[in-house]
């Protein structure tokens, strides 16, 4: 059974930044898609960023330009580095394998 653990949330100013961390257990994370996504209180879970075994990535446009999708495949761990935030991406992030396996979330807040 695979599972996925985030970490790296917690409180920053507007204007900070953050590295969130999703360590994988198993065999099969280096063949999968792996990505991030988010759900803010009232609002539907929205993709953030997906990333491919071959180093593809995608974006969601309100994150374009301050969010890196990254992976280690030796460490079977996903990472995503979040530059210059705003109050708006407060939200509980979910790391996904696949769309398919998911973490437990991990929480994000933005506020001065």
């Known amino acids: 059974q695979v599972q996925l653990v985030e970490s790296g949330g917690g409180l920053v100013q507007p204007g900070g930044s953050l590295r969130l961390s999703c360590a994988a257990s198993?065999?099969?994370?280096?063949?999968?898609?792996m990505g991030w996504y988010r759900q803010a209180p009232g609002k539907q879970r929205e993709l953030v960023a997906t990333?491919?075994?071959?180093?593809?990535?995608n974006y969601a446009d309100s994150v374009k330009g301050r969010f890196t999708i990254s992976r280690s495949n030796a460490k079977n761990t996903v990472y995503l580095q979040m530059n210059s935030l705003k109050p708006e991406d407060t939200a509980v992030y979910y790391c996904?394998?696949?769309?398919?396996?998911w973490g437990q979330g991990t929480q994000v807040t933005v506020s001065s």
């Open positions: 996904t394998l696949a769309d398919t396996i």
């Open positions: 198993g065999s099969i994370f280096s063949i999968n898609k």
């Open positions: 990333i491919t075994s071959s180093l593809s990535t």
